[in-house]
């Protein structure tokens, strides 16, 4: 233990301080706020809510996406970085891991949010039909969950393993849990070989899955005939706004976490720079088929298109469309162009006005496109034709946004967010290679 010392006594899960305490408070207020309105929404219906026959899919949808698209990170960051053995990837992977993980939970349960009788929740998995593409979505978030967790648990083994000593005299009982999640490992060179190719089986899994994921999550919409969703493009288009989404949460989650437990050492400059290189490339990529989904159809002239695109161009949705594009994917990309837009903190405003966008974003794929069917229904009220959350919609997706970051919270709180026995070995290995030249 004591050539670990200096990195335990760095890395090893720390106590809240009295910001963290208040920040966990505050967010538990903002989830028992949501449950109480959920509650009131099971026993009064879907009515307390402003959805309707034409807005069927309101906020919580737009939500669900959201958080589909937020777990993205685990496969373009993790699983791309560990398979391509990027050195620097190694304080940032795991952050990307619990965000993951955190968002795919949350996406499972809002989907359940949204539906009015959630006693009925079995009857999806008892007389399910495969011809359904609600099923596929049914069976891809359980496995991407499930594979996500692996990818989350499987690197902290040996970690666990250096916690249990390293609590042994200060939190016994701590130092028990990690012991038995540590799976007695001892580190002999046929536990590493196991776990490495654990580790890369793992991560080779991941990413079918969370392409799959995306594109069942497209699928969703584009099979559904309608104007807005109705486009080959869509698979494509989800995958690309989820890498955006994801890497967004993924810079300002590290920031956080790097100004409060004083990281600066591990989290460097360099890796924000290389996070913003990542960031410009994937909200150029989504920028190209923004163009794609809105450019065609003002060609093209249909009618139906006309009306959808006039409503988010200059109507009703203009200022959030435009916020959007401009503000979600063009700012970031002038400003990530140059060396200084890439510093910590620009790249942590950076990343909070890109996970905003991306949220809104998603709000406006669900919504205009189901206030614009190809049969409107005759002599609707008025209120039909508009839509936007209620009060308790606000509250319940307010508490499901809280619900996701009291994960990451939790499990920042409980695991080390920087790979100990990794950045030891580097460690290492950089000082042999120093005395080999020498």
């Not at 390293?166 to 849990?177: A, E, G, I, R, V």
Request: a positive charge; one cysteine or more; hydrophobic letters at 50%.
């Amino acid at each position: 233990m004591k050539n670990y010392d200096a990195l335990l006594n760095d890395l090893a899960p720390q106590k809240f301080g009295k910001k963290g305490v208040i920040w966990t408070t505050a967010l538990i207020v903002v989830i028992i706020a949501g449950i109480i309105a959920y509650i009131d929404q099971v026993i009064k219906g879907q009515v307390v809510t402003n959805m309707s026959d034409y807005a069927l899919w309101g906020v919580y949808i737009s939500n669900f996406v959201f958080f589909v698209a937020t777990s993205f990170v685990s496969t373009i960051t993790v699983a791309v970085l560990r398979l391509t053995n990027n050195a620097w990837r190694t304080p940032i992977v795991r952050i990307a891991e619990i965000i993951s993980v955190a968002a795919i939970i949350m996406a499972g349960l809002t989907i359940m949010i949204d539906m009015g009788r959630p006693d009925r929740l079995m009857n999806l998995f008892i007389y399910g039909r495969m011809q359904s593409p609600i099923i596929w979505d049914v069976i891809i978030i359980p496995t991407f969950m499930a594979i996500a967790l692996l990818l989350l648990f499987y690197p902290l083994i040996p970690d666990f393993a250096l916690l249990k000593e390293y609590f042994k005299d200060k939190q016994p009982k701590l130092s028990k849990w990690y012991g038995n999640l540590s799976l007695n490992w001892t580190g002999s060179e046929k536990q590493k070989s196991i776990h490495i190719k654990a580790i890369h089986l793992i991560s080779i899994l991941i990413i079918p899955a969370g392409f799959m994921l995306q594109t069942v999550d497209a699928w969703l919409f584009s099979t559904l005939f309608r104007v807005g969703w109705d486009s080959t493009n869509m698979g494509a288009y989800f995958i690309s706004g989820a890498a955006v989404a994801g890497i967004g949460a993924l810079v300002a989650v590290v920031y956080i976490i790097r100004r409060a437990y004083h990281l600066e050492n591990y989290i460097t400059e360099f890796h924000f720079d290389k996070l913003g290189k990542f960031l410009a490339l994937a909200c150029l990529l989504y920028l190209y088929f923004n163009i794609n989904e809105y450019l065609i159809p003002e060609f093209t002239s249909k009618k139906e298109e006309i009306t959808h695109l006039n409503v988010l161009v200059t109507g009703e949705y203009a200022p959030l469309f435009w916020f959007v594009i401009v503000g979600g994917l063009i700012i970031p990309i002038i400003v990530l162009f140059f060396k200084k837009g890439r510093k910590p903190l620009s790249m942590f405003l950076i990343g909070l006005l890109v996970v905003l966008g991306s949220w809104w974003k998603r709000y406006l794929i669900v919504t205009p496109t189901l206030l614009h069917p190809f049969l409107p229904i005759q002599g609707v009220p008025e209120a039909w034709h508009h839509y936007f959350p209620s009060v308790h919609e606000w509250l319940i997706t307010f508490a499901t946004l809280a619900m996701c970051l009291l994960i990451i919270t939790i499990l920042v709180r409980y695991l080390p967010v920087i790979p100990i026995q990794r950045t030891f070995d580097e460690q290492e290995e950089l000082e042999l290679n120093k005395n080999t030249k020498s």
